[in-house]
């Protein structure tokens, strides 16, 4: 099917890329001219694996094409996915603007049916805007259909995420809607949930929160276990072992970060608040999140005594591994508290340094992990990339300063660090530390 997709970011350009691979023909449109001609050559603006090759691949098969005009996606597909973005305003309020010049663009070009599909994750309500804003300005008689179809992709595990997923959530008032929408996704192999375009709304919304609600609560009990003496470690296995909890999204560390949860939790707040319904419990997650970082900060302000004049190696900048994405990464709020503080930096990350630098051009850029680790009072790891679970523990202790370690992702290796005699703070667990 000839599919159009307005906004070549994160959700759009992977959402294109998979539908060529699935065998769909595909327009994707950006206002980005920069942008465009850089995709046009294959090149991905964003670390993404995997994406690199399948854009590469497609762009030569010309399953793949891109414009800078919204207007040509309007000719192009019969189904245009709206895949802008939708930032966040004050206390998680969405910034709708963007939807809406695309549903306004959208309806004075339309000349034939065309099914609108919103995937960007929006405000519950927000199909039903698009419809009306189409309907007051389209110009004659011409038929349309608004649905939902939010995505669940994760950063750094995209183009997986996005072939293979758990199920695809169409929001879809109309048998025609419906039945373009189970042609676009015929070649995936999964549920296809068909609901209300509100109700595909509310699961994505939902659904992020819900998973920020399970990690919320495992880091919350990482306090309980360090009061008790308990380790949070077994506590979520033993817990997770029951299938009605399971393990996934259940790790404790400095919180949890990126482009979605922290504004879908605010959002969701701010939605329910809005309709009426009281949302402590949502908002809790939020704060409890950002105390989280806080408590982290606080330790190591504690155990260090002074951090003026301290330098301090950070291992992990991107807020999640596999990505260079520092939205809402918990290093940058952790960086801008011990700058404060007057600490000297030595940063790595094995993606992430050119983003960051263009925040903090005054840090020292590491070229390897011992390299940032060199002569440092403490080490502090913010992501758990899989080189820093693997790294050479005996080879940091003989570079570092101090062989004290703060892991706020619990991925360093315990027993090697007790062998070496070294501190090690992690989350929820008792502290290692060397026989005084
Ligand atoms: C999240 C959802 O997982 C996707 O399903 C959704 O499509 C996406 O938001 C979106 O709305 O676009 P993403 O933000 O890319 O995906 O990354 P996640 O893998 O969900 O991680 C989010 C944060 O949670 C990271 O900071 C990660 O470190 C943290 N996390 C995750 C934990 O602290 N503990 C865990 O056990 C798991």
């Given at each position: 099917m000839k599919i159009s997709v307005i906004g070549s970011g994160h959700v759009g350009l992977i959402t294109g890329v998979c539908?060529?691979?699935?065998?769909?023909?595909?327009?994707?449109?950006?206002?980005?001219?920069?942008?465009?001609?850089?995709?046009?050559?294959?090149?991905?603006?964003?670390?993404?694996?995997?994406?690199?090759?399948?854009?590469?691949?497609?762009?030569?098969?010309?399953?793949?094409?891109?414009?800078?005009?919204?207007?040509?996606?309007?000719?192009?597909?019969?189904?245009?996915?709206?895949?802008?973005?939708?930032?966040?305003?004050?206390?998680?309020k969405a910034d709708m603007s963007y939807v809406e010049k695309v549903a306004r663009t959208i309806a004075e070009n339309l000349k034939d049916y065309r099914l609108v599909i919103e995937k960007s994750t929006v405000p519950i309500k927000t199909g039903e805007r698009i419809r009306r804003t189409i309907g007051r300005y389209v110009r004659g008689d011409v038929h349309f259909d608004v649905a939902?179809?939010?995505?669940?992709?994760?950063?750094?595990?995209?183009?997986?995420?996005?072939?293979?997923?758990?199920?695809?959530?169409?929001?879809?008032?109309?048998?025609?809607g419906?039945?373009?929408?189970?042609?676009?996704?015929?070649?995936?192999?999964?549920?296809?949930?068909?609901?209300?375009?509100?109700?595909?709304?509310?699961?994505?919304?939902?659904?992020?929160?819900?998973?920020?609600?399970?990690i919320t609560y495992a880091n919350w009990l990482s306090r309980l276990c360090e009061a008790s003496g308990a380790d949070i470690e077994q506590v979520v296995h033993g817990m997770g072992l029951d299938k009605r909890i399971g393990h996934h999204f259940f790790g404790a560390g400095i919180g949890y970060g990126g482009s979605?949860?922290?504004?879908?939790?605010?959002?969701?707040?701010?939605?329910?608040?809005?309709?009426?319904v009281d949302a402590p419990m949502i908002r809790l997650i939020s704060d409890t999140n950002k105390s989280q970082l806080e408590r982290f900060y606080q330790r190591i302000e504690s155990e260090l005594w002074v951090l003026h004049d301290k330098t301090l190696a950070i291992w992990g900048l991107a807020f999640k591994p596999n990505t260079d994405d520092l939205r809402e990464a918990p290093a940058l709020r952790l960086i801008d508290k011990l700058k404060a503080a007057g600490a000297k930096l030595r940063v790595h990350d094995p993606v992430a340094m050119p983003n960051t630098r263009k925040l903090h051009?005054?840090?020292?850029?590491?070229?390897?992990?011992?390299?940032?680790?060199?002569?440092?009072?403490?080490?502090?790891?913010?992501?758990?990339?899989?080189?820093?679970?693997?790294?050479?523990?005996?080879?940091?202790?003989?570079?570092?300063?101090?062989?004290?370690?703060?892991?706020?992702?619990?991925?360093?290796?315990?027993?090697?660090?007790?062998?070496l005699g070294m501190t090690l703070f992690g989350i929820g667990k008792a502290p290692v530390k060397p026989a005084e």
């Amino acid at each position: 099917m000839k599919i159009s997709v307005i906004g070549s970011g994160h959700v759009g350009l992977i959402t294109g890329v998979c539908f060529a691979e699935k065998g769909h023909e595909i327009l994707c449109v950006d206002h980005d001219k920069d942008k465009l001609a850089k995709l046009k050559k294959g090149e991905v603006p964003f670390f993404e694996p995997d994406l690199p090759e399948l854009l590469q691949k497609h762009v030569a098969s010309k399953k793949l094409v891109f414009s800078d005009r919204t207007e040509d996606a309007v000719e192009f597909g019969q189904a245009i996915f709206i895949c802008v973005g939708t930032p966040s305003t004050e206390r998680g309020k969405a910034d709708m603007s963007y939807v809406e010049k695309v549903a306004r663009t959208i309806a004075e070009n339309l000349k034939d049916y065309r099914l609108v599909i919103e995937k960007s994750t929006v405000p519950i309500k927000t199909g039903e805007r698009i419809r009306r804003t189409i309907g007051r300005y389209v110009r004659g008689d011409v038929h349309f259909d608004v649905a939902s179809n939010p995505e669940f992709l994760r950063e750094g595990s995209a183009i997986y995420d996005t072939l293979n997923p758990d199920r695809v959530v169409v929001g879809v008032d109309s048998a025609k809607g419906e039945s373009l929408l189970r042609e676009i996704y015929g070649g995936f192999n999964c549920p296809i949930v068909v609901t209300s375009v509100g109700s595909a709304e509310l699961i994505k919304h939902a659904s992020n929160s819900f998973l920020a609600l399970k990690i919320t609560y495992a880091n919350w009990l990482s306090r309980l276990c360090e009061a008790s003496g308990a380790d949070i470690e077994q506590v979520v296995h033993g817990m997770g072992l029951d299938k009605r909890i399971g393990h996934h999204f259940f790790g404790a560390g400095i919180g949890y970060g990126g482009s979605c949860f922290p504004k879908d939790v605010d959002a969701l707040a701010h939605i329910s608040e809005e309709l009426g319904v009281d949302a402590p419990m949502i908002r809790l997650i939020s704060d409890t999140n950002k105390s989280q970082l806080e408590r982290f900060y606080q330790r190591i302000e504690s155990e260090l005594w002074v951090l003026h004049d301290k330098t301090l190696a950070i291992w992990g900048l991107a807020f999640k591994p596999n990505t260079d994405d520092l939205r809402e990464a918990p290093a940058l709020r952790l960086i801008d508290k011990l700058k404060a503080a007057g600490a000297k930096l030595r940063v790595h990350d094995p993606v992430a340094m050119p983003n960051t630098r263009k925040l903090h051009p005054d840090l020292y850029y590491a070229k390897d992990p011992i390299d940032a680790a060199s002569g440092a009072d403490a080490l502090i790891v913010c992501t758990e990339w899989p080189q820093y679970k693997e790294a050479d523990l005996a080879k940091v202790k003989a570079s570092i300063r101090v062989p004290m370690i703060f892991d706020g992702r619990n991925c360093i290796d315990r027993k090697k660090a007790a062998e070496l005699g070294m501190t090690l703070f992690g989350i929820g667990k008792a502290p290692v530390k060397p026989a005084e």
